[in-house]
């Protein structure tokens, strides 16, 4: 077997893309833990890392800067292998959790679940704390799923080939988002504050408790792939050619469906809708990939975290006291980086 050693000019080799990118997000992971609003010397971070340090600068890394990384870490992950799922059984290049409707069913619900709680249970509070914010994980995550329930029930029930269900999500989040923009605006209140916080996309305040709500997502998400690897292989291709080879079409779309639609609202459930990172990052690991497929999944797997990672450092230190929310930065960058590679992809 021959093996084509030449490169193709203007686009990095394999091994150099993963080095530079295992390097950058190295380099990302330290400047956000010692990076910060809060201005910690560098020694003093050093030594909390090693187990000692003062009493307050333990807290701000242990339990504000440190679980704040590894929430955006696990959601970045989710984000850009729920896109690659998504662009893969739809057969649509396009695809990803915002343009699905998956972020919109997930914004509907905890609108939904708020409005519910503080006027049906609380209706003489007036106070942000009054909210049942630890909820709000689960209830984006069900209603994330349920509307990915519903791009199922149009794809088998209405026999709809990929662009068709592509544009029935595009529908779908259209209507999903503007009935939580309608509830939203119907609120008013101080309370709103919440909703448009989380629904920019933001790592704000983001606890362990967050880290511990995603990680078993993740866990098993990543855990599933090796046996769906098959099959996402082949939904790839037509149903007619996929079942040629064997494949219970329906059955295993509906789980990586499924699958795609859990990681995805999990992440919008714990930090709200971070556009692009599922649509770029896919797109970007398979240009970085060239011809060796087996790695587009870890590539956009690195990639989601680091560009989250890097996404959310630049909105601290852009903002300060104000900091600018993780979603507005993915929002800024995704745009010229997706059309540059649109432009690159055959």
Same mark, same amino acid.
Request: hydrophobic share 55%; charged share 10%; proline share 5%.
């Given at each position: 077997m021959?093996m084509n050693?030449?490169?193709p000019?203007?686009r990095?080799s394999?091994?150099?893309?993963l080095?530079?990118?295992s390097?950058?997000m190295? #380099?990302a992971?330290?400047?956000?833990v010692f ?11 050093a030594?909390?890392l090693?187990?000692?340090g003062?009493? =307050?600068?333990r807290?701000? $890394?242990?339990?504000?800067?440190l ?5 955006? $870490?696990?959601a970045?992950?989710?984000?850009a292998?729920?896109?690659l799922l998504?662009?893969?059984i ?9 343009i699905m ?7 509907? %619900?905890?609108?939904?679940?708020l409005?519910?709680?503080?006027y049906i249970?609380?209706p003489g509070?007036?106070t942000l704390? %009054?909210?049942?914010? !630890?909820?709000?994980p689960a209830?984006?995550?069900?209603g994330?799923? !349920?509307?990915?329930?519903?791009i199922?029930f149009?794809a088998?029930r209405l ?11 595009i529908a779908i989040?259209? #209507? ?14 101080a309370?709103?504050e919440i909703?448009? =916080?989380?629904l ?8 362990w408790t967050h #880290? ?8 098993a998400?990543?855990?599933a792939?090796p046996?769906?690897q ?8 037509d149903p007619?050619?996929?079942r040629?080879?064997g494949l219970?079409?329906?059955?295993q779309?509906?789980?990586?469906l499924?699958l *795609?639609c859990?990681? %995805?609202a *999990?992440?919008?459930?714990a930090?709200g809708?971070i556009?692009? #990172?599922?649509?770029v990052?896919?797109?970007?690991a398979?240009f970085?990939?060239?011809r060796?497929?087996?790695?587009v ?7 989601g ?5 890097l996404?959310?450092l ?7 006291? =104000?900091?600018i929310?993780?979603?507005v930065?993915t ?8 059309i540059?590679?649109l432009r690159?992809?055959?």
């Amino acid at each position: 077997m021959s093996m084509n050693i030449s490169m193709p000019t203007g686009r990095p080799s394999l091994f150099g893309s993963l080095t530079i990118l295992s390097a950058l997000m190295v #380099v990302a992971f330290l400047a956000a833990v010692f990076l910060g609003v809060a201005d910690i010397p560098a020694a003093d971070v050093a030594a909390v890392l090693t187990g000692k340090g003062s009493t =307050e600068a333990r807290s701000i $890394i242990l339990d504000i800067r440190l679980p704040r990384i590894v929430t955006g $870490i696990l959601a970045g992950i989710h984000f850009a292998v729920a896109g690659l799922l998504l662009q893969t059984i739809t057969r649509n290049p396009l695809a990803d959790p915002s343009i699905m409707g998956i972020s919109q069913g997930a914004t509907l %619900a905890v609108t939904v679940f708020l409005l519910f709680t503080v006027y049906i249970f609380d209706p003489g509070s007036n106070t942000l704390a %009054a909210l049942p914010l !630890a909820w709000l994980p689960a209830i984006g995550t069900l209603g994330g799923i !349920a509307a990915g329930g519903l791009i199922y029930f149009l794809a088998f029930r209405l026999d709809l080939g990929p662009l068709r269900i592509t544009l029935c999500g595009i529908a779908i989040g259209a #209507v999903l988002h503007a009935a939580a923009i309608g509830l939203i605006a119907g609120w008013g209140s101080a309370r709103i504050e919440i909703l448009l =916080e989380w629904l920019s996309g933001s790592l704000y305040a983001r606890s362990w408790t967050h #880290v511990l709500f995603l990680l078993p997502f993740t866990v098993a998400g990543l855990a599933a792939l090796p046996a769906l690897q098959r099959s996402i292989d082949l939904l790839r291709f037509d149903p007619t050619v996929a079942r040629s080879f064997g494949l219970s079409y329906r059955r295993q779309f509906s789980i990586v469906l499924l699958l *795609s639609c859990g990681l %995805a609202a *999990s992440a919008v459930g714990a930090v709200g809708p971070i556009i692009f #990172v599922g649509l770029v990052v896919p797109h970007l690991a398979r240009f970085l990939a060239r011809r060796h497929f087996s790695l587009v999944l870890p590539l956009t797997i690195a990639l989601g975290a680091f560009i989250v990672t890097l996404g959310d450092l630049l909105g601290r230190l852009l903002g300060q006291a =104000e900091e600018i929310p993780i979603g507005v930065i993915t929002a800024i960058f995704g745009v010229p980086v997706l059309i540059a590679l649109l432009r690159k992809i055959p």
